[in-house]
């Protein structure tokens, strides 16, 4: 991969990670750990790794390199998916988080890191 198909598919996981906190939000509203303090957890690890993707593009820009944003954001991945296996949240919000993660897993691959075990 180049520097710009990098730097683009980064955008694109910052992106999805945005589409997907948009409908992980609505969809733990109706879901069986809703008005829970694992609620509110889940809601602040979803709201962290968007914020992580963001990171990511940043890093990326300004040295070429993901050393220190990218582990951060695969182990709250992990987190999530921990989260989504244990919880249902629907069909559209499993799509789309296998998408952020399909995305992620090429860039782990492209750095060479080690992805968290699922």
């Given amino acids: 991969m180049t520097d710009q198909d990098v730097q ?5 996981i910052n992106q999805d990670a945005k589409s997907f906190r948009s409908s992980f939000d609505s969809a733990i509203k ?12 889940a809601r602040l ?3 962290q790794f968007q914020d992580q993707t963001q990171g990511m593009v940043h890093e990326f820009q300004q040295t ?5 944003s990218l582990p951060v954001a695969l182990a709250s991945s992990k987190k999530i998916s921990d989260l989504m ?10 799509s ?4 952020v993660k399909t ?3 090429t860039i ?3 750095f060479h890191m080690v992805p968290a075990p699922q």
């Fill in 85 to 94: 296996s244990s919880v249902s949240l629907g069909d559209q919000v499993t």
């Fill in 108 to 110: 782990t691959d492209e």
């Fill in 45 to 47: 690890l979803v709201k």
């Fill in 30 to 41: 109706k879901s069986t750990i809703r008005k829970t303090t694992q609620e509110k957890d």
């Fill in 103 to 105: 995305e992620l897993d």
């Fill in 64 to 68: 070429k390199k993901l050393v220190n």
């Fill in 8 to 12: 683009n598919m980064l955008k694109n």
């Fill in 96 to 99: 789309q988080w296998a998408r």
